[in-house]
């Protein structure tokens, strides 16, 4: 369905205990009623998700959430403030209203409102929060056209709506700001330093290779069916004809590769977050037999681009 149309049945559709596909600023969410316990288990159904990796609870203003969770910390009031509308997501207090299954048992809950207006209509509409991780199978290539999420997730979803690609390309930075000194438990499309103008010094934590204590945080994630390996720093590599595909920052590497993408010719790092996942999903359908990725700059959003290229070749091997 179009996101720009008659909103009406998808957000009956959610009411009802289905799934709804939908665009926000970051990635394409797989929607489902975070109120309704036996809903929020279809998402981890749908996606093969482990029930150990907790999803990411949508409102649809930032008026919402004391009602939801009751009175929320100051900091993270001001990060709110602040960022909502926006690729932030922050860790508060699970509410007794949250079921345990959408928090993966945790007593914690994270929580956002997009900055897409096809998705907090949506959320409004429905009349309920709306739990959503991104809309592929777990541990894929994130999903930034509804045409990803089509053929990712197929009939697994009643409603799939398309709002075109997404403006950031990459997930939400996730705060957990309930404490002393901030801590970044995943790197985002909101980068650090913008955090840090309202909250001082974080701390950032690396991945986890056991349970989660926040969504998107495993270290082997957003990982094309291809195997990907990623560069060192002005590491050369040479291409081989009609096996490897490569990803290029900015500049586009001399022939010999089968596949090529390039991120930003303008060394954008913005657009180049924009182009990740779809340039790593044309790549994924080129047929190659490996991805070879370039990092990029580790400034800004360029932090949170190399921290998906990490994860996504966290399970690389050398060839034999």
């Not at 309704?36 to 907790?54: M, N, T, V």
Request: with cysteine.
């Amino acid at each position: 369905m179009p996101a720009d149309g008659d909103l009406a049945e998808a957000a009956a559709v959610l009411r009802a205990g289905g799934l709804v596909a939908f665009p926000t600023e970051t990635v394409y969410g797989l929607g489902a009623n975070a109120l309704d316990a036996r809903a929020a288990a279809r998402i981890f159904e749908a996606k093969a998700r482990p029930s150990f990796d907790p999803l990411i609870t949508h409102l649809a203003d930032a008026a919402d959430l004391e009602p939801l969770v009751g009175p929320v910390p100051p900091v993270v009031a001001a990060l709110a403030a602040r960022f909502w509308p926006g690729p932030l997501t922050l860790i508060v207090d699970r509410p007794a209203a949250i079921p345990p299954i959408v928090t993966s048992g945790l007593e914690t809950m994270a929580v956002r409102v997009p900055d897409n207006d096809h998705a907090r209509r949506l959320i409004a509409v429905a009349g309920v929060p709306v739990a959503a991780p991104s809309a592929n199978r777990f541990g894929q290539l994130s999903p930034t056209r509804a045409e990803h999420v089509v053929r990712g997730l197929g009939a697994a979803v009643e409603v799939v709506l398309d709002g075109g690609p997404t403006r950031c390309g990459i997930e939400s930075t996730i705060v957990d700001a309930r404490g002393e000194r901030p801590v970044v438990l995943r790197l985002g499309a909101l980068p650090v330093e913008e955090v840090e103008k309202v909250t001082g010094p974080v701390t950032v934590r690396p991945g986890s290779s056991g349970h989660p204590v926040a969504p998107g945080t495993l270290a082997a994630h957003y990982a094309p069916r291809t195997p990907l390996r990623l560069l060192g720093g002005g590491e050369p590599v040479a291409g081989d004809g009609a096996r490897r595909g490569y990803l290029a920052f900015r500049d586009r590497p001399v022939d010999g590769w089968a596949a090529v993408e390039v991120l930003s010719a303008a060394g954008d790092l913005t657009e180049a977050a924009a182009r990740l996942f779809d340039a790593l999903h044309r790549l994924d359908a080129a047929g190659v037999t490996e991805i070879v990725a370039e990092p990029v700059p580790e400034t800004g959003v360029g932090r949170a681009i190399n921290d998906r290229l990490r994860r996504a070749a966290a399970t690389w091997q050398p060839a034999s």
